[in-house]
């Protein structure tokens, strides 16, 4: 399990790399007025804390991946913290795109349901 924790952390790196650019192109077309950039901004935030302590946390466990048989208690709590974390951005991510449109349309949720509405489709009630 040791070395399948450091090949993950590696890969979840290296899809960094392919999110960023897509996220920081989304963030510059949001309007400066916008709600939804100031959430842009703190989701990249709490990104960046969180590839930060997973880049720490593998260079814990490059020298013994291969032949340790435990993750040290430290490189654990990396971890968590770095998921708890990845967690909290993962649902302003989702707040973006689910109730501002970011990455997928121009319009909240409240313009689109008032286009489908006016267009005769049958629209569940808004919570």
């Known amino acids: 399990?040791?070395?399948?924790?450091?090949?993950?952390?590696?890969?979840?790196?290296f899809a960094t790399l392919i999110a960023i650019p897509t996220g920081l192109i989304d963030w510059l077309q949001i309007k400066k007025e916008k709600p939804a950039r100031k959430i842009g901004l703190l989701h990249m935030g709490l990104n960046l804390v969180v590839v930060a302590l997973f880049v720490a946390n593998a260079k814990m466990r490059l020298s013994g991946f291969r032949f340790d048989?435990?993750?040290?208690?430290g490189?654990?709590?990396?971890?968590?913290?770095?998921?708890?974390?990845l967690a909290v951005s993962a649902w302003?991510?989702?707040?973006?795109?689910?109730?501002?449109?970011?990455?997928?349309?121009?319009?909240s949720k409240k313009k689109?349901?008032?286009?489908?509405?006016?267009?005769?489709?049958?629209?569940?009630?808004?919570?």
């Open 1 to 13: 399990m040791v070395r399948l924790s450091f090949w993950a952390i590696v890969l979840g790196l």
């Open 69 to 73: 048989s435990e993750v040290e208690t």
């Open 75 to 85: 490189q654990l709590v990396l971890s968590i913290v770095g998921v708890v974390l």
């Open 92 to 107: 302003l991510g989702g707040m973006m795109v689910y109730d501002y449109g970011i990455g997928v349309a121009r319009h």
């Open 112 to 127: 689109w349901r008032t286009v489908a509405q006016n267009a005769g489709a049958n629209v569940p009630d808004a919570k």
